[in-house]
């Protein structure tokens, strides 16, 4: 085990790399970091939540997905754990996880001004456009397309 200022260093260069897309390097950084920490350190989750995320923005959604899900699940108090995978799930196109993580993330900070942000972006789906027809019928799906169509028309 290394010193507790090594690692805190070694975390924030990790993120450092991350944020600036140097996505191996952070990998392997926080892949260390992993090895070094005890898993029952109270940011063991949160570091395999960033590995994670890194492994998403390298293009392995399967892996990197797995890895937050896993930290997510273990997870108790860390409302950025929640982000990173809500983040993760986004980046791979699954909205359903994104907003599931959001919602337990919001258990453990309701206030959480990143997860607000993130909920936000992704948005509110309308009601379909033919109510008693199921979302997934194929009127209701080309008449969503339409109406989205329109609305985007509209703004420009």
């Given at each position: 085990?290394?010193?507790?200022?090594?690692?805190d260093a070694?975390?924030?260069?990790?993120?450092?790399?991350?944020?600036a897309?140097?996505?191996?390097d952070?990998?392997a950084?926080?892949?260390?970091?992993?090895?070094q920490?005890?898993?029952?350190?109270?940011n063991?989750?949160?570091?395999?939540?960033?590995?994670?995320m890194?492994?998403v923005c390298?293009g392995?959604?399967?892996?990197?997905?797995?890895?937050?899900?896993?930290a997510?699940?273990r997870e108790?108090?860390?409302?950025?754990?929640?982000v990173?995978?809500?983040r993760?799930?986004?980046?791979?196109?699954?909205?359903?996880?994104a907003?599931?993580?959001?919602?337990?993330g919001?258990?453990?900070?309701?206030?959480?001004s990143?997860?607000?942000?993130?909920?936000y972006?992704?948005?509110?789906?309308?009601?379909?456009?033919?109510s008693?027809l199921?979302r997934n019928?194929?009127i209701n799906?080309?008449?969503?397309?339409m109406?989205?169509?329109h609305v985007?028309?509209a703004?420009?």
């Amino acid at each position: 085990m290394t010193d507790l200022n090594d690692q805190d260093a070694l975390f924030d260069q990790a993120l450092t790399l991350l944020n600036a897309c140097h996505y191996g390097d952070a990998l392997a950084m926080f892949m260390r970091l992993q090895r070094q920490v005890s898993k029952s350190a109270p940011n063991y989750n949160l570091i395999r939540s960033y590995y994670g995320m890194t492994l998403v923005c390298l293009g392995s959604c399967d892996d990197g997905l797995s890895v937050c899900r896993d930290a997510a699940d273990r997870e108790l108090n860390d409302p950025q754990v929640f982000v990173n995978l809500a983040r993760s799930a986004q980046r791979c196109g699954d909205r359903r996880l994104a907003l599931e993580a959001i919602s337990l993330g919001k258990v453990v900070d309701p206030n959480n001004s990143a997860m607000q942000r993130l909920r936000y972006a992704l948005g509110v789906r309308r009601k379909p456009v033919v109510s008693f027809l199921s979302r997934n019928n194929v009127i209701n799906v080309l008449l969503g397309k339409m109406r989205q169509r329109h609305v985007v028309q509209a703004r420009m």
